[in-house]
């Protein structure tokens, strides 16, 4: 497993942009898939993107396909969302989590990811 370390959240304006970061301990970071995940008050966690090891291959949400953008640096061991055009409904705490993988293969669920994030808090308001 990894230890995963999220930052970047805050207070955006409807319409506003906001970039999060996620730093990954250990050496064998390329060796994970990563996925972001959000909670907001009173409901399930629900997925919002992944990338594979490599950076290849990239799952969105409908939610926010064509909004956000999921990237990593493996040299720096961090993910990124970048998030575009945010509306209020993007408002939860977001959660970085990782999954050890040997293919490009991407999963929406939670139940597959073995490492997580303490998540950061994203308010948009309107």
């Known amino acids: 497993q990894v230890q995963l370390v999220e930052s970047g959240g805050g207070l955006v304006q409807a319409g506003g942009s906001l970039r999060l970061s996620c730093v990954a301990s250990?050496?064998?970071?390329?060796?994970?898939?990563m996925g972001w995940f959000r909670q907001a008050p009173g409901k399930e966690r629900e997925f919002v993107a992944a990338i594979s090891r490599s950076g290849g291959t990239t799952l969105y949400a409908d939610s926010v396909k064509g909004r956000f953008t999921i990237s990593r640096d493996n040299a720096k061991n961090t993910v990124y969302l970048q998030m575009n055009s945010l509306k209020p409904e993007d408002t939860a705490g977001y959660y970085c989590?990782?999954?050890?993988?040997?293919?490009?293969?991407?999963?929406?669920?939670?139940?597959?990811?073995?490492?997580w994030g303490q998540g950061t808090q994203v308010t948009v308001s309107a």
């Open positions: 250990g050496r064998t970071f390329n060796n994970y898939a």
């Open positions: 989590a990782a999954k050890r993988r040997y293919t490009d293969l991407l999963r929406r669920e939670d139940s597959d990811y073995d490492s």
